[in-house]
């Protein structure tokens, strides 16, 4: 089973940055994708970003195209998501997930062929 850690959530007024990470561990670290999926109160959970390990191919959804960043380090296991020009409808629990089934590689945005869950890590966004 993989370990997901995310951290560096927090309060950030509209316009800012923030940067969450995503620290994996366990006996099979080494996924297929790792994503980023988000959820607001009374909503559903959406994806957000997602990375391939091999190759690093990203997606992301459209709300969030050209202000989010996904990104890896391989040597330490983690994955980044650089999130600028913040808006309050970003406000929400933000989830690392890992996923070793190949069909991710095709759909890398279908929460359901996520295995790994982290805890989650708050973000909030002041207008």
């Known amino acids: 089973q993989v370990q997901l850690v995310e951290s560096g959530g927090g309060l950030v007024q509209a316009g800012g940055s923030l940067r969450l990470s995503c620290a994996a561990s366990?006996?099979?670290?080494?996924?297929?994708?790792t994503g980023w999926f988000r959820q607001a109160p009374g909503q559903g959970r959406e994806f957000v970003a997602a990375?391939?390990?091999?190759?690093?191919?990203?997606d992301y959804a459209d709300s969030v195209k050209g202000r989010f960043t996904i990104s890896r380090d391989n040597a330490k296991n983690t994955v980044y998501l650089q999130m600028n020009s913040l808006k309050p409808e970003d406000t929400a629990a933000y989830y690392c997930?890992?996923?070793?089934?190949?069909?991710?590689?095709?759909?890398?945005?279908?929460?359901?062929?996520?295995?790994?869950w982290g805890q989650g890590t708050q973000v909030t966004v002041s207008s």
């Open positions: 997930a890992a996923t070793r089934r190949p069909e991710a590689a095709h759909t890398m945005s279908a929460r359901p062929l996520y295995d790994d």
């Open positions: 366990g006996r099979t670290f080494r996924s297929l994708v």
């Open positions: 990375i391939k390990w091999l190759g690093g191919t990203e």
